[in-house]
């Protein structure tokens, strides 16, 4: 059941707090995943992606966030579309998905991130996000998403996710 507090969300005039990105860099049949070292989501395993810079693009962030945290550079990312969360601490973040299918460098840990090759059949969505199993394999798949989730800490309290081709 849904919690009334997410169906109370003005989800067309919510603007939020922090702007970010993931972005997945796919080889074959694996995705680089990572398992973040700290910051929020410390010790789950995710994407690569962080905060957009001032004056930054979100794919120019995406880029940025993976050299930096795992010393790769993904070429030609691709837009999949978007992730807004609001935590019930009042935490508002918005974030774009991308998916690059070549990548130049070796994935290598860095002290954000610990690179991890991931087959596609094997992600680990018990290690991640509550709702990186609703939105991620359609993302995968080559569809577009549109999610709108409200967490409290690490715990989703309700959801509504758009899936285009």
């Given at each position: 059941?849904?919690?009334?507090?997410?169906?109370?969300?003005?989800?067309?005039?919510?603007?939020?707090?922090?702007?970010?990105?993931?972005?997945?860099?796919?080889?074959?049949?694996?995705?680089?995943?990572?398992?973040?070292?700290?910051?929020?989501?410390?010790?789950?395993?995710?994407?690569?992606?962080?905060?957009?810079?001032?004056?930054?693009?979100?794919?120019?962030?995406?880029?940025?966030?993976?050299?930096?945290?795992?010393?790769?550079?993904?070429?030609?990312?691709?837009?999949?579309?978007?992730?807004?969360?609001?935590?019930?601490?009042?935490?508002?973040?918005?974030?774009?998905?991308?998916?690059?299918?070549?990548?130049?460098?070796?994935?290598?840990?860095?002290?954000?991130?610990v690179p991890l090759w991931t087959p596609v059949s094997a992600i680990p969505y018990d290690q991640m996000w509550a709702d990186d199993r609703l939105w991620l394999p359609e993302v995968l798949a080559g569809r577009k998403v549109a999610l709108?989730?409200?967490?409290?800490?690490?715990?989703?309290?309700?959801?509504?996710?758009?899936?285009?081709?």
């Amino acid at each position: 059941m849904t919690d009334p507090r997410f169906l109370a969300i003005d989800w067309a005039t919510w603007t939020p707090m922090v702007r970010a990105t993931l972005l997945f860099v796919r080889r074959g049949d694996e995705v680089l995943l990572i398992l973040k070292k700290r910051g929020l989501g410390a010790g789950k395993i995710n994407g690569p992606g962080g905060k957009i810079d001032p004056g930054e693009t979100a794919v120019q962030c995406a880029i940025r966030e993976v050299q930096e945290e795992l010393c790769v550079t993904p070429i030609d990312p691709v837009d999949f579309g978007e992730l807004s969360f609001q935590f019930v601490d009042g935490l508002r973040l918005h974030a774009r998905i991308f998916v690059a299918m070549a990548h130049a460098g070796t994935p290598t840990e860095t002290e954000e991130a610990v690179p991890l090759w991931t087959p596609v059949s094997a992600i680990p969505y018990d290690q991640m996000w509550a709702d990186d199993r609703l939105w991620l394999p359609e993302v995968l798949a080559g569809r577009k998403v549109a999610l709108r989730a409200l967490f409290d800490a690490d715990e989703m309290l309700g959801h509504a996710l758009d899936v285009s081709e």
